[in-house]
């Protein structure tokens, strides 16, 4: 990765691709209702877990996968899904998370110091948050 690229990353900025002009940019991905309520849905399911289209319908998303971002979720087969023991104590509400997880091309760069509990995940998709969130929100 060239340093013009990890400077924009770090900066959270999006920085374009002097060869073939694709943006790039951190995101920071926050858990929020339509993804506790996937994972309540795959919580009843059982220890089988859930299939991804039976989730999808379930939850009329597909954002199910990014569970997996802070370990309460895992893929276990082709296409299915099951509850980790960690996601299992964040819905009774026995541990925090981070509140965003900073990705860049499908790779997890850092967490967020700001911790949140199952109780803060009724606030619905911001927009705005996921555009605007500042960098200094990334943990060293």
């Known amino acids: 990765m060239s340093p013009d690229v990890q400077e924009a990353l770090t900066k959270g900025v999006f920085y374009t691709c002097p060869c073939c002009e694709q943006k790039v940019k ?3 991905r926050r858990l929020h ?16 877990g859930a299939n991804a289209w039976d989730i999808m319908k379930a939850c ?4 199910y996968s990014k569970l997996a971002l802070w370990e309460l979720t895992e893929k276990v087969g082709l296409a299915q899904w099951k509850v980790t023991e960690k996601g299992k104590a964040f819905l009774r509400g026995e ?3 981070p509140k965003f997880v900073f990705t860049y091309n499908n790779t997890i760069l850092g967490h967020s110091e ?3 509990t199952v109780k803060d995940c009724h606030k619905l998709f911001d927009k705005e ?3 605007y969130a500042q960098p200094s929100m990334l943990a060293a």
């Open 114 to 116: 700001e911790q949140m």
């Open 26 to 28: 951190r995101y920071p």
């Open 60 to 63: 009329n998303s597909t954002d």
């Open 33 to 48: 209702k339509t993804l506790w309520r996937a994972l309540q849905y795959i919580t009843r399911c059982g220890e089988a």
């Open 95 to 97: 541990v925090t998370i």
């Open 129 to 131: 948050e996921l555009f």
